[in-house]
């Protein structure tokens, strides 16, 4: 009983696919988006799957309450944008999305794993992280980028088509590496912060 499912506490793990044969679904996007929100997981889950869907962020997304949740993994779910306030989460792997434009992921504090696969992501933001080391290299089509209180990030390499850049408190960054097409880069109390390598194209530095 999907009613139910949010009060079976010995659940930990949970795989929501809505794909037929092929990864087509015979669902529309309401129809997913019911589903899902129906299906709202008991709040001491610490692995959720979620593949095929297509449809709107579910409400339970932003309960605060999913403190043992550390592995969440995203397959062909394309309109899957934001997370926020998943304070626990370790891992994050979104498989399978080659159209997948923009991210946004707030205060997961915990994570230490970035999705890497993908290629055509255009808008990335990230905020409040404390064990996020380093973002993924190779974001061949990533334009703005902005990067707020990640106190253990440490790099930003590999981004040749980013034209603007705003990082703040970020306290372990020491070198920006080459960024051929960046235009504008604004940068608020990052104070280890000491070399800027060439940006022939920059226009505009805060």
């Known amino acids: 009983n999907a009613q139910l499912l949010k009060e079976k506490h010995g659940i930990i793990s949970l795989e929501f696919y809505f794909g037929i044969t092929g990864g087509v679904s ?36 932003l309960n605060t309450e999913y403190t043992k949740l550390h592995s969440l993994k995203l397959e062909r779910s394309h309109l899957w944008e934001k997370l926020i306030s998943i304070t626990s989460l370790k891992v994050l792997n979104v498989i399978k ?19 890497h696969h993908m290629p055509a992501l255009k808008w990335l933001d990230v905020a409040l992280f404390d ?7 190779h974001r061949p089509a990533l334009k703005p980028l902005m990067v707020w209180a990640c106190y253990g990030l440490k790099a930003l390499v590999n981004m040749p088509a980013l034209e603007s850049l705003e990082l703040s408190y970020c306290h372990c960054i020491e070198h920006l ?11 608020r109390r990052c104070d280890r912060l000491k070399t800027l390598a060439d940006m022939p194209a920059l226009e505009s530095l805060e």
Not at 100 to 115: G, M
Not at 131 to 137: A, G, H, R, Y
């Open 177 to 187: 590496h080459d960024m051929p097409a960046l235009k504008s880069l604004m940068v």
């Open 97 to 115: 999305m080659p159209a997948f434009e923009s991210l946004k992921v707030e205060e997961c504090c915990s994570l230490e794993k970035f999705p």
């Open 26 to 61: 015979e669902q529309s996007n309401d129809e997913q988006s019911g589903a899902l929100e129906a299906l709202e997981p008991p709040l001491r889950l610490e692995c959720l799957e979620i593949g095929d869907y297509k449809g709107k962020m579910p409400v339970w997304h």
């Open 131 to 137: 064990s996020l080391e380093q973002l993924p290299d």
